[in-house]
């Protein structure tokens, strides 16, 4: 960077090292040495600041003790961030994509996961096929709305320095309607597919639908079936009898949880995650909880769980 000395009065207070009035006399020709004017100084490039840490990693202290910025020690709990049903697709908002990820910057849960349905992908509904509203959905622009909603989410927290969380994402069935788009129509083989969404250049670590992950004794997945029919559980109290052990899950819309009396197992179902109204739910079908779910002092299947509405999302990081 050239600056003409007259006009750079900061460059003045540089260390000596750092600024260089002409090229070394002594340089031989064909080095690397900058040809500068005399009347110019050059200036070095500022190194960049790194972004102010709010909560320090986990990999700080000992036996999860920190010392905070003002100097007080502070407890660090292993902390697990659950992102219900997003069903993004074009023209929803996703704003509240961005005051989650805002939350995830200050927090730094050291799991997240994306429980599915992250993508609606209502081109490739069988449900209202041929019906009205049906027109105008195309694929592409699924795949647009999705890529462009998790860079939304993830941006926040993606280049912190020294954060780098597990990110978990098991798909949804509203992902896995690209699956049986090919396994139904083989010409689509190779045309189109899950890559499409583009989840793990993202940094997600990506499941198949209904695959069960175990972090921490904790089972996810998008939902958990009962019966030979592998429908989904009716309720929290019947994911932990089912499971026998703490279990997350979405799907549903509903918020649900059940804690159990002895092992202090809870399972839970997580609500959803987004500001838009689902037509197929009906006029009373879209009055659910909004909102994420942070599970503190994971430790063995057990925790403290937090709900976390979008509407205290937005008092806190909106514009
Ligand atoms: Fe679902």
């Not at 600041?49 to 320090?56: A, G």
């Not at 597919?193 to 639908?209: I, K, N, Q, T």
Request: aromatic residues 8%; glycine residues 8%; hydrophobic residues 40%.
């Amino acid at each position: 960077m050239l600056r003409s000395k007259s006009a750079t009065v900061a460059s003045q207070a540089l260390p000596a090292a750092a600024v260089h009035e002409t090229a070394p006399t002594g340089s031989l020709p064909g080095r690397d040495a900058p040809t500068i004017p005399p009347d110019h100084v050059y200036v070095p490039h500022a190194p960049p600041v790194p972004p102010k840490q709010l909560v320090p990693p986990l990999n700080f202290g000992e036996g999860g003790r920190v010392v905070l910025d003002a100097g007080q020690r502070g407890i660090r709990s292993r902390t697990h961030l659950i992102i219900p049903d997003c069903q993004v697709h074009e023209g929803v908002p996703t704003e509240h994509l961005e005051w989650v990820g805002k939350y995830v910057a200050s927090k730094r849960p050291d799991v997240i996961v994306c429980i599915g349905d992250f993508a609606d992908m209502p081109s490739l509904s069988s449900y209202d096929k041929g019906k009205k509203a049906f027109e105008g959905r195309r694929y592409v622009n699924d795949i647009e709305a999705a890529r462009s909603a998790m860079d939304r989410l993830t941006a926040e927290w993606r280049n912190i320095a020294n954060y780098t969380p597990r990110m978990v994402l098991t798909l949804g069935n509203h992902e896995d309607r690209i699956t049986r788009a090919v396994e139904d129509a083989a010409i689509l083989e190779g045309a189109i597919g899950l890559h499409d969404l583009a989840y793990e250049s993202f940094g997600w670590e990506v499941h198949p639908f209904l695959e069960v992950v175990n972090i921490d004794g904790i089972s996810y997945s998008h939902y958990f079936t009962s019966g030979v029919m592998g429908r989904p559980v009716a309720s929290a109290a019947a994911l932990l009898r089912t499971r026998q052990c703490s279990a997350v899950m979405g799907h549903t819309q509903i918020t649900d949880a059940a804690f159990h009396p002895r092992t202090q197992n809870i399972a839970i179902f997580a609500g959803t995650c987004y500001l838009h109204d689902e037509e197929y739910l009906g006029l009373q079908g879209n009055n659910q909880r909004r909102q994420i779910v942070m599970l503190y002092e994971v430790d063995n299947g057990h925790f403290d769980p937090l709900f976390i509405s979008l509407a205290y999302l937005k008092r806190r990081f909106g514009s």
